[in-house]
Structures are given as structure tokens and as C-alpha cells.
């Protein structure tokens, strides 16, 4: 399925809005956790108080392309399941709106930091890296509702809170130099939702997307010191 900086996510959850933010708001920040918590392949970017940080986030241009390029991927996995936190469902509980206007918040303050830390500036005229961003916070936004329904539910079908995550299966450097790289990264994607209501229940397809595996192609360019995506493309992984 493929389709964060300082206020909390209980701040930006009781504001209340009805309707989801039209985009990233460039003055905002983000609260929130990687899935599964502790992963070697998904690093904490987290400050002491929990809150993402854009500089966290970012890829130093001392890291090899190689290793850019498997960030990147990791930092896409984490996106989508930023905001799931303990904070997180208890802010939902006091909110009187509906789930998904109370996610598509959270989710646009996250797109915020994800896309101001990864992707080149002026991104938003790129239309695959504005594509991008959008599939990445409208997934974000649904698996934090997945995670909301299955956390602390006390529904016997939910044997485990909702995740999803990635694994990086193999990336090879198709051309590098000090200001840019070109790398293929291969991915399997990840989640849980045959062990709670989100497969049984509200979206079986999750079920089958469970191991699928994709084929990322990443554009590095060097702004800044950091690596920033210049572009992005992803097709079906070739069969092993």
C-alpha cells in the first residue's frame, strides 16, 4: 500500500477542526512514534519530550548513497505510522469530532516535517514528489485510525495493536557523486492486520497486502548539507 517542528498532537487534536487541512502547514511540528517501536532498521527521530524533529529526520550528506537510500524507505515506513502514541488515543478521547477528521490533522502536521526534512525544496511544483506526499499522509492518516481502533480495544478478535512496517531487501547505486545518487532500493511491506479487526473486519485487503514487495528507484540530490529526494518512483518488485 503505497500508495514530522513544535506543537503536540493533543494540541492539534483538540483544536477541533471538522475538515482535513488542505496540506503540510510549513510552521507546524509533530508528535509521534516509528512501528514497530524499537526496529534497528526504523531509528528513534524523536527528541526527549517524543516530538519528531525536522533535523532528526534528515539524512546527512555524510551518509554513503547506499545507506541514504535505505533511510529514505525507513523514514517512509515511519511516516505512516507517526502519531500512533499514547497521547495520540487519549487526545481521540477527548475529541468531539470524527476519527478521520481528528487523523487527517495529525496526519497533515506530519507530512509537514516528513516532507521538509526528505524532500528538495520546491518539491510541492514536482508532481511525483507532491503525489508522494499526498499518498504518504493519507495512508498515515488511516493507519493511525487502524492503530486507534486496536489500541487497548479489549476486543478478544484484536490479538495485537495495529503496525505496519518495512524491510529493506537488497539497494544497489545506479550512479553517485558528491552532489547527487541515483539508487534501487527493494522493499517488502509489512503489517499485522490478519491479528486485530483491521483484517477481520474493516479492510481484509490489508490481509493480502501483507508481504508485498515493491521496487523504489531514488533520485538524491545534496542541499544543505543533507540528502534531499529529487525524485521517486516505485513499481511491483521482479519475482525472485
Known sequence: MRATVGVSIAAIALAGCSAAPAGPDPSSTVTGSYAPTGRADHPDASDASGSLSVAALEIPISTSPSDAAKLVEQRFAAWQMAGTTDPTYRARLNFSGSTGSFTANIAATNATAFTQALFVPGWQSNSVLSGRARGEQQNNAGRIENWIIT?????????????????????????????????????TEHNNSAQNRIGLQYHPVEVSQNGNRYLSHIQLAAVGGTWKIANYDAEGAPSQ
Open 151 to 187: 489500541y487497548k480495544s479489549g476486543d478478544p478478535a484484536d490479538k495485537q495493536v495495529y503496525k505496519y512496517w518495512t524491510t529493506i531487501e537488497s539497494e544497489q547505486v545506479q550512479q553517485a557523486s558528491s552532489t547527487s545518487a541515483l539508487v534501487d532500493v527493494t522493499v
